[in-house]
């Protein structure tokens, strides 16, 4: 079958890399892609009068969305009409992740185990719960904001300042939650779901600040590694009970269509594991560690969800760890600077993957076109060897002001 991947990061790259090996896939195409996925097509995904075309026009039977906007701007609604399988939520669905307020909603109505919260619009005055709470607290703006609408306080003054800046990013009616702060490591899972079960792969963890030891701005993600150690058989199925089947639970009595990946953010609080948010797609840069550590087929998996097969998958894995160290451009993740030369792919051994993300070919030169710009993928059968493999790749490639963090997965190791 021919597949449309939308998307233009490392996890499209890592998502074409996967399906490219399914004996059931005939072509990929990636819409936009980068400078590393190949059969590119310059196409806006949120586009769906020029995306119903092309498939129309290249026969394409499925496409995978990467990223939440056009999910959420309800691109499976769209092809409800036409002969190709979208997978991922209709838009009502998407809602778990496009608003944080619908989404902290559905998990108190479903008895989903998470912080306690209250909404406000930017014109209301929440300055009693700010006190109360000394400042400590988390603010979430209520929509998609590319990863940078939570903020994380620590004083009256940072609350008070963060919802300043969310009036003056979004607007005079914008609306936000005030929650609970949890503290502790956090977990992602990630599962394909078809509504009523749910397969998941193995338990990651992301590095989300910008710098060695979990400090300075939040990012897209500074590497990732799976599979977690602390996710214990018996932390699993706490989860399970706590947070993913009362989802499931949801998801069906809401009546959602949801062929689809959903990523659980999970924070291991001292009261047991907590869920900070829900993804309606894969995560990056989890995906680009999860994918390589599945043995089974994807294209398999995600046609299971559809065919009504899923609940009798059962997935294989790698019995290896898979570590991914993103490489950025310099000043990331506020300003930097494209067209970048990237060197040393070619030096890189067999057995690493590189997937790109912020990257562009401008004749023979390869080129950043992004802040986070390559992932570097190794794997061991131990976690330091894995780690330690990819720090030694990492050095043998070079770009003006190339930055990475240093402690990925070291939390784990140590």
Not at 125 to 154: N, R, T
């Amino acid at each position: 079958m021919n597949i449309a991947i939308i998307g233009s990061g490392g996890r499209e790259h890592a998502l074409a890399w996967k399906l490219q090996q399914s004996e059931l896939t005939e072509k990929i195409f990636v819409l936009p892609g980068n400078g590393g996925t190949d059969n590119n097509v310059a196409l806006d995904g949120s586009d769906t009068e020029a995306l119903k075309a092309f498939c129309n026009k290249e026969d394409i039977t499925l496409i995978v969305v990467g990223p939440e906007v056009p999910l959420a701007n309800g691109i499976v609604n769209a092809f409800n009409d036409l002969p190709v399988l979208v997978f991922g939520p209709d838009k009502e669905a998407a809602q778990l992740e496009g608003s944080k307020i619908f989404s902290k909603k559905f998990m108190k109505k479903y008895d989903v185990a998470t912080a306690d919260f209250q909404t406000f619009t930017v014109k209301d005055d929440p300055s009693c719960l700010i006190k109360e709470m000394k400042g400590d607290l988390v603010i979430k703006f209520d929509g998609l904001a590319a990863g940078k609408g939570v903020y994380v306080c620590a004083s009256e003054d940072e609350a008070f300042s963060a919802i300043e800046d969310i009036k003056v990013k979004y607007g005079e009616n914008a609306e936000y939650l005030i929650e609970s702060k949890l503290t502790g490591q956090e977990l992602s899972s990630i599962g394909v779901t078809d509504g009523l079960n749910i397969n998941c792969l193995l338990p990651s963890q992301d590095h989300k600040a910008a710098y060695d030891g979990d400090k300075g701005p939040n990012t897209g993600g500074m590497g990732a590694y799976c599979p977690a150690p602390l996710a214990t058989e018996e932390l699993l199925n706490i989860i399970d009970e706590t947070i993913i089947l009362p989802t499931l639970n949801g998801i069906e009595a809401e009546g959602f269509n949801y062929k689809g990946v959903i990523y659980f953010g999970i924070m291991l609080d001292d009261d047991g594991p907590k869920l900070l948010e829900y993804n309606v797609r894969f995560g990056d840069p989890e995906t680009e560690v999860i994918l390589p550590a599945l043995k089974s087929d994807l294209l398999e998996l995600i046609l299971a969800s559809f065919d009504g097969t899923l609940g009798e998958t059962e997935l294989e894995f790698y019995d290896e760890y898979f570590v991914d160290v993103v490489l950025t451009s310099g000043g990331y993740p506020v300003s930097y600077e494209k067209g970048k030369s990237i060197h040393g792919l070619d030096e890189l051994k067999d057995t690493t993957l590189c997937f790109h993300a912020g990257t562009k070919k401008d004749a023979n030169e390869l080129l950043t076109s992004g802040g986070r710009v390559l992932n570097i993928v190794c794997k061991d059968k131990e976690l330091k060897k894995a780690v330690d493999t990819c720090y030694l790749e990492i050095k043998k490639i070079n770009f003006e002001k190339m930055n990475y963090r240093t402690d990925i997965a070291h939390k784990a190791i140590k």
